[in-house]
T-cell receptor, first 113, second 115 residues
């Protein structure tokens, strides 16, 4: 049974700092891994999607990496801003590619001005 | 393009009462998902529809939860009777089809509080 874990559960950093969020999964047979952002009272916004054959994806100040063999992914945020404050969730899509996403519990990030 | 719509946004009920949530997916999306997100946890898939047929309902508590997607468009999720542990945000998502690389797009969710 696939399990996804995110560490840390919460993180507080001063504005401008570079930071890394971690995601690990127990079954390496995944189709892809996706990072989402969730603002309070809002739905999920997709940030980056990494296919199982890829090692990383970049979008602006965000860079996500994937090491399938070790069951790990990281989300790197460069030069953090107060607007980056949100909960970040990672989710894996199993190799069956049926659409089901299995989520971690999230990391709540606070960036202080 | 309009996003996934959900209503109501908030609902407070007493235990043993019933409640229903509504979802309107993005136009043309064949696949619809209902997720349950308990405070401090990630979303968990409750049920997945392909058009108006159920693809996966393995984690749906069928003794109290039911869902339907008539005509393959809108969907309703019902809880009857509600328990305290049903307090959560219920997220609806849709995708053009289920398989990658078609991403899921999420609605704003319905926050349910059971007292």
């Amino acid at each position: 049974k696939q399990e996804v874990t995110q560490i840390p559960a919460a993180l507080s950093v001063p504005e401008g700092e570079n930071l890394v969020l971690n995601c690990s999964f127990t079954d390496s047979a995944i189709y892809n891994l996706q990072w989402f952002r969730q603002d309070p009272g809002k739905g999920l916004t997709s940030l980056l999607l990494i296919q199982s054959s890829q090692r990383e994806q970049t979008s602006g100040r965000l860079n996500a990496s994937l090491d399938k063999s070790s069951g790990r992914s990281t989300l790197y945020i460069a030069a953090s801003q107060p607007g980056d404050s949100a909960t970040y969730l990672c989710a894996v899509r199993g190799s069956g590619n049926t659409g089901k996403l299995i989520f971690g519990q999230g990391t709540t990030l606070q960036v202080k001005p | 393009e309009a996003g996934v719509a959900q209503s109501p946004r908030y609902k407070i009920i007493e235990k043993r009462q019933s409640v229903a949530f509504w979802c309107n997916p993005i136009s043309g999306h064949a696949t619809l998902y209902w997720y349950q997100q308990i405070l401090g946890q990630g979303p968990k898939l409750l049920i997945q529809f392909q058009n108006n047929g159920v693809v996966d309902d393995s984690q749906l508590p069928k003794d109290r939860f039911s869902a339907e997607r008539l005509k393959g468009v809108d969907s309703t999720l019902k809880i009857q009777p509600a328990k305290l542990e049903d307090s959560a945000v219920y997220l609806c998502a849709s995708s053009l089809v289920a398989t990658s690389p078609y991403e899921q797009y999420f609605g704003p969710g319905t926050r349910l509080t059971v007292t």
